[in-house]
């Protein structure tokens, strides 16, 4: 009970929370380190390698639970995901003080927290889907904080269809796991490894698999999402896009390693899409000066660590992926705190433009320093426990050279953007800035310190997490008990020697920096032929495939694309019933002689339509036709029917009563004679079309399971004598809460079709 | 359409309306009406209403955007599916407080579908009426 409740509580105090934010109070900060604390009382029962499971009814009929899971790495995550969030929304309320839409704002972010631990604390694969989707959902709302900007709209979209699309492919695949598992619980997936890994089907699941987690956790050629999404505030950029959410992939990866860590396909996609991240970002952060492009390349290389760990099958690789991802976790985001300060202080946040800060902020540069040795991975913070583990892992792996080469690249480059970021703006000679620049007050140092300052108690007490976190987590990541006993000196080793080439590499690449960047920089093929402009040019493709197809259909007359669509269906049905041989008449001996009246007076109608010439003549009569099927409906027994068209024809009038007044009213039909016949041709095409088809129906008999059900379960079960809205609101609810959802999203979405048209004609646009 | 006689009479249809509207929703359970119909007969009612006085009598009338009630329509429809949650049953199962008079969670689901109606109907005309 206590994991729904955990994850329960998170969604419901995004009202709190956004209450509190309007205000921006720091009060904002209580509900996540509720959370964290409640995560550390449940630290013990994991620790010795426990796990806790519940499970809730939640759809019974489909085998799907909402099921949840706390082991070590889903407890990893879900103390990354509170504290940091602790850390992340403290700051915020000092750092968007004043913003507008702050309330929209703090629910957003809390509803992305709560579905952050849903999903990684899920147990069933549906709810995972459900969870990860809400991130990707939230992630876009907080992306597009400022929706006046067409970057940050272009931003949120980008970032959105990138994850979403890697979603449905993941979606995919979970359905493909769960029928070759037999269960969407993911204990008993763990559970039956090798046979899922063994099965057939095994190499289309770790396709689609990797592509949901890689669309995620931004791994190219997916990663250009990731570095335009820095347009959101700092705080989103610091929480969602560097320490929690794009590591949801890498956690989904993680999750399911077990299953697959010896499968041949899951070890060359991981380390081949982790390897070439890890070069890619590498590449991409030495071209940035915008403190928070950089560091999102810097995040890019480390996602892509994470990601090529994973795929190197062992226990000391599980153990490499737990401490790199806190230590990645914890430095990241001090930094891009530290760069919020900068950019908030200063005015600015373009490194070239900066130096000396270190006079006018003195905490926040000794702030920046810890967290940048951290990131360059000096002793003794835990930053070089981690990326002596990662080159351990390298040298140990079959293709060890190739990874130790790629990771001296990719740790090089982070001693760069730690240079950059924590070193080059703080020191030299004080250059002028847009502010006048100070240290920030406490909500918004706080964080930055506390996270700065465990990165380095962590590496003088390494037995701190060891213990308690890395080992739980990494034999969830194994799928067995791993030993280990983190230490931060190993001594004399191929690592050391590593470490020291790293160190080296990294300094004399930032003593070069300005001219290494603006050399790398230059090379517009970049920019011409990436991933970026590659996304431009779908979706102007698509733009121009929908403009198409929308003047093939819909060229802009409405009797022609009426009239197409009638003849679409007149050939179609006609067809079917033509070459399928399905046509029958009924007998119509149980009809009687009200009916008949009625035909007539529909008869009357239908040919008062037909002789209208103009506007208002044709509306009334096709009102009557209307109100004479509404009558028939009356007649056979269908009275609510009858209620419905009644009100949908009198609504109707209503509205050409308001839209006649602006229509082009002429006296006579414009038409010319050819248009007229092959308009009476459609119409009557159409007639006859679904006039047969209607009488094939009718002459079936009558399958009476479903009625005969409905009628004897209406009273007892749902205490209604109207079946139609019986089943309405209760039979099928969940139908009727979808259709009225796109009911209303049609309408908003008209609306804003309607907007864009008028604006176009203010601006004298076609 | 600023009528002098649709004005005058859209002054009694409008409460007609919406009367009858309620009428036709509270009833649906056991007779011909629902959500659905009644919010049509309060969407047509408002809509008279709103024609001679324009966008802004419309947005006097509601008082709230006509999205909003979109939005508060949903919410109804998804608060009324929740307390089956708390009691291990799936979601949308309802619960009744007096089964007799078929009074439960399900006229909750049906306000939601009502509101959603009007709320629809409303935006496509306050849209309509603002050019």
């Keep these: 009970m206590i994991l729904l409740a955990l994850v329960a509580f998170a969604f419901i105090s995004a009202l709190l929370v956004g209450w509190a934010g309007g205000r921006s109070s720091p009060f904002v900060a209580v509900i996540p380190f509720i959370l964290f604390a409640s995560f550390c009382v449940l630290l013990p029962q994991v620790a010795g390698g426990g796990i806790v499971l519940e499970a809730h009814r939640w759809i019974p009929s489909l085998g799907i639970e909402a099921a949840f899971r706390l082991d070590g790495l889903s407890l990893t995550f879900a103390l990354l995901i509170s504290g940091i969030g602790g850390a992340v929304f403290l700051y915020a309320s000092a750092y968007l003080r004043g913003a507008p839409r702050l309330a929209r704002f703090y629910v957003a972010l809390t509803l992305f927290m709560a579905s952050m631990l849903g999903a990684v604390l899920a147990d069933d694969l549906v709810l995972l889907v459900v969870f990860w989707e809400l991130t990707s959902l939230t992630s876009f709302l907080l992306i597009g904080y400022a929706p006046e900007q067409a970057e940050s709209r272009r931003s949120a979209q980008q970032g959105f269809l990138v994850t979403v699309a890697g979603g449905l492919a993941m979606l995919a695949g979970v359905i493909l796991l769960g029928s070759v598992a037999g269960t969407f619980s993911i204990t008993e997936i763990l559970d039956r490894g090798e046979v899922i890994a063994a099965h057939p089907l095994s190499s289309a699941i770790i396709a689609l698999l990797a592509a949901g987690a890689f669309a995620k956790s931004a791994q190219a050629p997916l990663h250009s999402w990731l570095a335009n999404a820095m347009v959101a505030p700092t705080p989103v950029s610091a929480y969602l896009h560097s320490a929690t959410m794009v590591k949801l992939g890498v956690y989904l990866l993680a999750r399911f390693d077990p299953v697959f860590s010896d499968h041949a396909l899951w070890i060359a996609l991981l380390i081949g899409f982790g390897a070439a991240t890890m070069l890619a970002g590498s590449v991409l952060a030495m071209r940035e000066t915008d403190l928070k492009r950089v560091l999102a390349y810097s995040t890019i290389v480390s996602l892509g660590t994470l990601t090529m760990l994973i795929g190197i099958p062992g226990e000391l690789a599980a153990v490499a992926v737990v401490a790199f991802l806190i230590v990645h976790a914890l430095y990241k985001a001090c930094l891009f705190l530290v760069a919020g300060i900068i950019d908030h202080e200063t005015g600015t946040r373009d490194s070239s433009a900066l130096g000396g800060m270190r006079r006018f902020m003195p905490i926040t540069a000794a702030v920046a320093l810890l967290g940048g040795l951290s990131m360059a991975g000096l002793p003794p913070f835990i930053g070089f426990a981690a990326k002596e583990l990662v080159y351990e892992t390298g040298l140990a792996a079959s293709v060890g050279w190739v990874l130790v080469a790629v990771a001296l690249i990719a740790n090089a480059a982070m001693v760069v953007v730690a240079g950059v970021v924590a070193i080059r703006c703080f020191a030299g000679a004080p250059t002028v800035t847009p502010r006048k620049p100070h240290d920030p007050g406490f909500a918004m140092l706080a964080g930055p310190i506390v996270l700065a300052a465990l990165g380095l108690l962590f590496g003088l007490a390494p037995w701190l997490v060891g213990d308690g976190l890395i080992v739980p987590a990494a034999s969830a990541i194994a799928g067995r008990p791993v030993a280990y006993s983190p230490s931060l000196w190993h001594g004399f080793t191929p690592m050391l020697a590593l470490s020291v080439l790293t160190l080296a590499l990294g300094v004399f690449a930032y003593l070069r920096w300005d001219g290494l960047r603006s050399t790398l920089a230059s090379i517009r093929q970049i920019d011409r032929w990436g991933p970026d402009r590659g996304y431009d040019h779908a979706m102007n493709g698509l733009q121009r495939l929908a403009l198409w197809q929308t003047g093939l259909i819909q060229p802009g007359s409405m009797r022609v694309y009426v009239g197409r669509m009638l003849a679409v269906i007149a050939l179609a049905a006609g067809a079917t019933l033509l070459l399928r041989g399905g046509f029958a008449m009924p007998s119509f001996a149980d009809s009687f002689a009200p009916d008949l009246a009625l035909v007539l007076l529909l008869v009357v109608a239908v040919l008062a339509v037909a002789r209208a010439r103009n506007f208002v003549t044709g509306i009334v009569a096709a009102g009557m036709v209307g109100f004479i099927v509404a009558l028939v409906y009356l007649f056979q027994g269908a009275p609510d029917l009858a209620f419905t068209q009644f009100s949908v024809e009198a609504l109707a009038i209503v509205i050409f009563l308001a839209i006649v007044g602006r229509l082009p009213f002429r006296e006579e039909d414009y038409r010319t004679r050819p248009e007229r016949l092959r308009d009476m041709g459609v119409a009557a095409g159409t007639g006859v079309a679904a006039t047969l088809v209607f009488l094939s129906v009718l002459s079936q008999p009558f399958d009476s399971r479903l009625s005969d059900y409905f009628r004897q379960t209406s009273v007892p079960e749902a205490h209604g004598h109207n079946l139609v809205n019986v089943i309405l609101v209760d039979f099928r609810a969940l139908d009727t809460l979808g259709e009225i959802a796109v009911l209303g999203l049609a309408a908003i979405a008209a609306a804003a079709v309607i907007t864009g048209l008028r604006r176009r004609a203010k601006e004298g646009r076609p | ?131």
């Design chain 2, 1 to 131: 359409m600023n009528s002098l006689i649709l004005r005058a009479t859209s002054r009694l249809i409008l409460p007609a309306a919406l009367i009858f509207s309620v009428y036709v929703l509270l009833r649906g359970h056991n007779n011909p009406g629902g959500g659905f119909i009644g919010g049509l007969i309060a969407a047509a009612g408002i809509a008279v209403h709103a024609l001679p006085r324009g966008h802004d009598g419309l947005a006097a009338l509601l008082r709230a955007s006509p999205k909003a009630y979109i939005g508060a329509g949903l919410a109804f429809a998804i608060l009324s599916g929740l307390p089956a949650l708390f009691l291990a049953e799936p979601f949308l199962t309802h619960r009744w407080f007096f089964p007799g008079l078929g009074i439960g969670t399900t006229l909750v689901f049906d306000v939601g579908v009502y509101l959603v109606v009007i709320g629809a109907v409303l935006t496509f005309l306050s849209y309509y009426l603002e050019g």
